[in-house]
């Protein structure tokens, strides 16, 4: 198993700021992934971070938005940048460790609400 | 695209009931989890499981390649099971798609 620590566990912003979460993993691992969960919405995969290479942002999130770092194999930092209202969410980290057996295991999240 | 869908969206149980959550999904996968999310926000990946069936404590997953089904089912329900139940099914390159949960109220 890991062990995934995120910080902070929730914050509560003003619009037009930025706020970085970090991810802590007890192990290293290779792959690490941001995930953002709306309201009542299911998770959406906001980008994948490899150490040691630019992340990989799927559609619909750009860099500029959400800046990723990953300077070690057991720590990454999500940015969300000029906050919104509609970027109030959970945000959850997770690691790939086997990937033989194809298992990810998911940080506590960050609960953001941006006024 | 993937598309998962849950069934049901919400299911609320009696203490002691057998639970039985589905979910179907569109396209060929190499894995499908089923995760655990409590009201905190906190995500546990309860199982991982490409064919058959795994079994943990009370907790029993299926899957059917064939038919792209899989069921989570919960056995001598409690209330502390009350939680969002995530299908999550895998491609090749690790990346999960979700669907959107169901939520478990057991009531005592």
């Known amino acids: 198993s890991a062990v995934i620590s995120q910080k902070p566990s929730r914050d509560i912003c003003q619009r037009g700021t930025s706020l970085t979460i970090q991810c802590q993993v007890d192990s290293q691992v290779t792959m690490m992934f941001w995930y953002r969960q709306q309201p009542g919405q299911s998770l959406t995969l906001i980008a994948t971070?490899?150490?040691?290479?630019?992340?990989?942002?799927e559609s619909g999130f750009v860099i500029d938005k959400f800046p990723i770092s990953r300077p070690n194999l057991t720590f990454s930092t999500l940015t969300v940048s000029n906050m919104s209202p509609e970027d109030s969410s959970i945000y959850l980290c997770?690691?790939?460790?086997?990937?033989?057996?194809?298992?990810?295991?998911f940080g506590p999240g960050t609960r953001l609400l941006v006024l | 695209k993937n598309e998962v869908e849950q069934s049901p969206q919400n299911l609320t149980a009696q203490e002691g009931e057998f639970i039985t959550i589905n979910c179907s999904y569109s396209v060929g996968i190499s894995a499908l989890h089923w995760l655990q999310q409590h009201p905190g926000g906190g995500i546990v990946s309860l199982f991982m499981l490409s064919s058959g069936k795994k079994k943990h404590g009370r907790l029993i997953a299926t899957i059917n390649i064939q038919e792209k089904h899989s069921s989570l089912h919960i056995t001598a329900s409690h209330p502390r099971d009350s939680a969002v139940y995530i299908c999550?099914?895998?491609?090749?390159?690790?990346?999960?798609?979700f669907g959107k949960g169901t939520l478990l109220t057991v009531n005592p």
């Open positions: 971070a490899n150490q040691g290479s630019e992340a990989t942002y």
């Open positions: 999550a099914p895998t491609y090749s390159n690790y990346k999960l798609t």
């Open positions: 997770s690691v790939e460790r086997d990937r033989v057996q194809e298992t990810q295991y």
